[in-house]
């Protein structure tokens, strides 16, 4: 890895925000997953989560490989699952849906830890996601339509997020929010590919990088990631 990718991996990291997040709801087109991430990516997501019951659904973690490198996807069998896990962290959990609760979706305060339901293509947001969520959110519409195309809303919310968090200076930090393990994690298999297949295919440990993004690991494991 050349230092300039290391550099900027590392600067990539410092900008992570581990404290916002997506939640889909059985999203199940391909090409809206793909973009979702995409934009997760952009606005410095590390992670979305994704309620895909069926092994098929599960596949579509795999979509968009390029972002699929950089934002974690986690799965869960329900919504209940995801939003008992995202509650665990201490997020205020939103949904968009159209209701007489709903408030546009500017007028929350996306600097606290935040997950965004957002529901199926055809259905929109299940009745269990509406009654788990805290709040539901809407993008003020002033046409026919009533409704955006789910990975459409998602970059407008994550947007308004990212403006905000900005403004906080939450994205400048000097030091990752991540966990160490993830940094390291992130810096060894995106900056040294091959390698942490074979690390991983033979169950070694990833060894520690130099502040050039050089890999620093004795003659036993080069020794043990040679041999057949």
Request: glycine share 4%; proline share 4%.
């Amino acid at each position: 890895m050349n230092l300039e990718r290391y550099q900027r991996i590392q600067q990539v990291l410092k900008a992570r925000q581990p404290d916002l997040t997506l939640c889909l709801e059985e999203v199940h087109k391909p090409n809206n997953v793909s973009a979702v991430i995409r934009t997760a990516d952009a606005t410095g997501l590390h992670k979305v989560h994704a309620v895909w019951p069926t092994e098929q659904m599960r596949t579509l973690s795999h979509t968009s490989a390029g972002a699929r490198n950089w934002v974690e996807v986690d799965t869960h069998d329900t919504i209940e699952d995801a939003v008992c896990s995202l509650k665990t962290q201490g997020m205020q959990v939103l949904v968009t849906n159209l209701s007489d609760k709903a408030v546009d979706f500017r007028e929350i305060d996306y600097t606290k830890p935040t997950a965004v339901i957002l529901g199926s293509e055809k259905f929109g947001a299940s009745k269990s996601a509406i009654e788990l969520a805290d709040q539901d959110i809407i993008v003020p519409m002033m046409g026919m339509v009533q409704s955006l195309n789910v990975s459409v809303a998602s970059a407008i919310v994550l947007y308004e997020a990212q403006r905000q968090r900005q403004e906080k200076g939450m994205y400048d930090r000097e030091v990752s929010a991540l966990p160490e393990e993830t940094i390291h994690r992130t810096l060894f298999e995106r900056g040294h590919p091959v390698l942490a297949r074979v690390a991983k295919c033979k169950g070694l440990p990833y060894p520690p990088l130099d502040d050039q993004g050089q890999v620093v690991a004795d003659d036993e494991w080069w020794q043990k990631m040679q041999s057949k």
